[in-house]
């Protein structure tokens, strides 16, 4: 049994130690990687591959450098496990590693922020629709049926990007308001303001009924 798996069985799920269970999930995960545990990168691989995947479709709308960005982001969580000290969750970590990468990836092409994903593109950058298969659901998820999802994912590649990103953080990856803070470095603030713009947004985009049922995730 792995350290991370062996942590995780000493708590019951929803149990008022459930906070716990996250501080010590992500200490096992940061002594792991510090001494180069060779299954627990796989482990990780195999729990998060779906939600970083989904994250970065998210923010490129690009398959390919998506999948591209996807190795990238395994190779720097290798290379550079030791730099995770566990203070925080190691999701929020791989994320802001992969907004990172995604931007350092767009200046190539002369863009110095994320916000101008979509200022400058070709047929390549344009939006699509896109499912990632993944067992555990999400708060999207759990009040969506399959074509909702499909309405949802195509009203969010229409916002702009720093709106759907703390969307996307917020309800597809369930990050509170303070772990977005950390992904995106701004200020609790900002996260906020952008998170009710992109409501307001995506608002227009839905039914009035979906909309209320989202906005009480």
Known sequence: MSAV??????FAPGSVAVDEQVRQESLAV???LKR????????LIVRY????????????????????????????V??????????????????????????DQRRKRTMSSLDELFEVGGDDDRPMAFE??????TPFDRF??????????????????LYREVLVLRFHEDLSLEEISKVTRAPLSTVKSRLYRGMAALKPKLDPNRM???EAV
């Not at 798996?5 to 000493?10: C, D, H, K, Q, Y």
């Not at 969750?89 to 907004?99: E, G, H, Q, V, Y």
């Not at 399959?146 to 229409?158: K, Y």
């Open 5 to 10: 798996a062996a942590v995780r069985s000493l």
């Open 30 to 32: 940061s002594a792991g």
């Open 36 to 43: 180069q545990d060779a299954g627990l990168l796989d482990e």
């Open 49 to 76: 591959q779906h939600r970083l995947l989904r994250y970065l479709l998210y923010l490129t709308s690009n398959r390919e450098m998506a999948e591209d960005l996807f190795q990238e982001v395994w190779m720097r």
């Open 78 to 103: 290798l290379v550079r496990g030791a730099q995770f000290n566990g203070n925080s969750r190691f999701d929020t970590w791989l994320f802001t590693i992969a907004r990172n990468l995604v931007i």
């Open 132 to 137: 990632v298969a993944d067992d555990d659901p």
């Open 144 to 161: 969506s049926n399959l074509e909702d999802r499909q309405r949802i994912s195509g009203a969010l590649m229409e916002l702009d990007t």
């Open 212 to 214: 209320r049922r989202l």
